[in-house]
Nanobody, 121 residues
């Protein structure tokens, strides 16, 4: 069994910053990609950032490019999402995912439980 546990969500003002963390534990498992997805109330789940676990590739949805940065510490089996210049439309539940393809909310092997991000104007 593989567990993904997110932390770091909360509230921020417009223009503020938050940093999410996702730590992987459990059975031996090697994901190809780690992805952050989000789901706003009443909307579908969308992938916003991915990083290749072994390599240097990173991908961003256009809605967050230039504001969000995905990174990882492989020794700690932890993936981060630094979110700068937050906007009210970034309000959503954010999920960490171990995935087979980048920027996909479908090709996912494991999901975290989610952490709420709320941005107020």
């Amino acid at each position: 069994q593989v567990q993904l546990v997110e932390s770091g969500g909360g509230s921020a003002q417009t223009g503020g910053s938050l940093k999410l963390s996702c730590t992987v534990s459990g059975d031996t498992y090697s994901a190809a990609y780690m992805t952050w997805c989000r789901q706003a109330l009443g909307k579908g789940r969308e992938a916003v950032a991915s990083i290749v676990v072994r390599g240097v590739g990173r991908w961003y949805d256009k809605s967050v490019a230039g504001r969000f940065t995905i990174s990882q510490d492989t020794n700690k089996k932890t993936v981060y999402l630094l979110m700068n210049n937050l906007q009210p439309q970034d309000t959503a539940m954010y999920f960490c995912a171990a995935a087979r393809s980048p920027l996909s909310s479908d090709a996912v092997d494991y999901w975290g439980q989610g952490t709420q991000v709320t941005v107020s104007s």
